[in-house]
C-alpha cells in the first residue's frame, strides 16, 4: 500500500523541514511525501531537497506562485504516476496534526475521501478570531446550501483521497485555486457518487510565517459556487 502525502509550499521555509520529520517519525508503512513549491524566494525548496537522501521525499518545483489548486493538480497527476493508493492533502503550516494521520488513513480504507474536519462534533479551529469564523462559518453555509454538499467542511485542505477518485475526476477540469479549488474538488467527489466520511481534527492557526491567500481567493470561493451551480 502506497501513501503519498502532497504538501504544496510558498515560503515554508519555517515549517516544512519540522513537518517533515514529524511526518516521518510517525513510521507509517509506504508513505512518501510530495512537496509542490512554487520557487519560494525564502529557499523552501533547498530545505527540502536537503532532506531528500534521507527520507523517501519527492519535491515538484514550480516557475512561480502559481496558485494552491493548480499546485494540488500537478501533485495529484505525480501521485498518480508513483502509484499511490491514498493521496492526501496537508498544510506545510502545521494546522493539520501529524498525528491526525493514522485515523484517517484507517477511515480511508472504507471511504472514498476521508476530510479531516473542523465543522462536526469534536472538530475546532484554534487561532481565529470571531470575524474569521463567522465569515468561515456563513461562506460554507451557502456554499453547502447552494451546492447540496452534504460534508460539513467545505474548504478543509487535509484530506484522504483513495486513489480511484483522482483517477475518475477529469483533473485537467479544474481550474480554480485557494478555498475555490477546495470546494470545487469537493462538490465533484461528491457529484461523481463517491463516499465522502469526516472525522474530527483539530485546526491550529499557522505560527510561523503568513497566510498565502488572499482576498481574491476568497472572491473567488463564491464566483466558483455560482459556476458550479448554473453552468
Ligand atoms: N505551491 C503553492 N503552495 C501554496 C500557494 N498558496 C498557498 N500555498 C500553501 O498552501 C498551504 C495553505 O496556505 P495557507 O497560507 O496556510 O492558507 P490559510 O491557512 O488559509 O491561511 C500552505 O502550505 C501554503 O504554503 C501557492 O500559490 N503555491
Ligand atoms: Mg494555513
Redesign the pocket.
Given at each position: 500500500m502506497k501513501i503519498v502525502i502532497i504538501?504544496?509550499?510558498?515560503?515554508?521555509k519555517e515549517?516544512i523541514e519540522k513537518l517533515i520529520t514529524k511526518i516521518f517519525a510517525l513510521n507509517i508503512s509506504g508513505l512518501e511525501i510530495l512537496v509542490?513549491?512554487?520557487n519560494?524566494p525564502d529557499g523552501t525548496a533547498q530545505v527540502v531537497k536537503n532532506l531528500q537522501n534521507k527520507y523517501p521525499l519527492n519535491i515538484i518545483e514550480?516557475a512561480g506562485?502559481?496558485?494552491?489548486g493548480?499546485?494540488y493538480i500537478a501533485g495529484f497527476k505525480k501521485a498518480l504516476e508513483m502509484q499511490a493508493d491514498y493521496i492526501f492533502e496537508?498544510?506545510?503550516?502545521f494546522?493539520h496534526d501529524p498525528d491526525d494521520l493514522p485515523k484517517m488513513i484507517e477511515t480511508a480504507k472504507n471511504f472514498d475521501l476521508v476530510i479531516g474536519s473542523r465543522k462536526i462534533p469534536g472538530g475546532k479551529v484554534i487561532g481565529w478570531g470571531w470575524t474569521r469564523k463567522f465569515m468561515s462559518n456563513g461562506a460554507m453555509w451557502l456554499s453547502r446550501t447552494l451546492l447540496g454538499l452534504k460534508a460539513k467542511d467545505v474548504?478543509a485542505?487535509f484530506r484522504c483521497f483513495n486513489s480511484k477518485v483522482l483517477k475518475t475526476l477529469n483533473l485537467d477540469e479544474i481550474n480554480s485555486?485557494?478555498?475555490a479549488f477546495q470546494e470545487e474538488l469537493l462538490y465533484k467527489t461528491q457529484k461523481a457518487n463517491f463516499t465522502i466520511k469526516e472525522i474530527p481534527v483539530t485546526f491550529i492557526?499557522?505560527m510561523e510565517?503568513?497566510?498565502?491567500?488572499s482576498k481574491k481567493?476568497i472572491i473567488e470561493f463564491f464566483l466558483i459556487i455560482f459556476k458550479l451551480r448554473f453552468k
Open positions: 504538501i504544496p509550499t510558498y515560503n515554508e515549517n509542490v513549491d512554487d519560494s514550480r506562485k502559481l496558485g494552491l493548480s499546485a496537508m498544510d506545510a503550516d494546522s474548504t485542505g485555486n485557494g478555498y492557526d499557522r510565517g503568513k497566510s498565502k491567500l481567493d
